[in-house]
């Protein structure tokens, strides 16, 4: 279980490196755009923060996990998105960007309870079946 934390917060901080590189270092590896492929940035951000709550809601020994990974991503996309803002990032914070943050949130979310749902519901009526 150690290793989905581990994995979790490895994935964190990619996402606040990448967000936050500095405008020089994206525009030498091709530009925000990516290899000039319309709305690249869009899919990237998307698939930080799917990878994001698929890792968390997987690490997360909680029981309110799902409320705390979405609150935690949405929280996590305005600092990403305000800190594009600094100087020494030099780049543009975007409001289209967090939504596609919060898209990908959905999306994780959404693939986490389709690949480990099933064991969840197992793991709560074996935990019933013993209290009982």
């Known amino acids: 279980m150690r290793h989905w934390l581990y994995a979790a917060i490895g994935w964190t901080l990619l996402i606040f490196v990448l967000c936050w590189m500095p405008r020089t270092i994206v525009d030498q590896a091709g530009g925000e755009g990516g290899f000039m492929i319309p709305n690249l940035d869009k899919v990237a951000h998307s698939g930080l923060f799917a990878g994001f709550a698929f890792l968390w809601l997987k690490a997360a020994p909680v029981r309110k996990r799902l409320a705390l990974v979405v609150l935690a991503g949405l929280a996590i996309a305005v600092i990403t998105e305000l800190g594009q ?45 013993k209290g009982a």
């Open 85 to 129: 803002l600094m100087p020494v990032v030099n780049r543009e914070a975007d409001i289209d960007d967090g939504l596609f943050d919060l898209l990908g949130i959905a999306l994780g979310s959404i693939a986490y309870f389709g690949v480990f749902g099933r064991e969840r519901v197992e793991e709560a009526v074996v935990a019933q079946a």
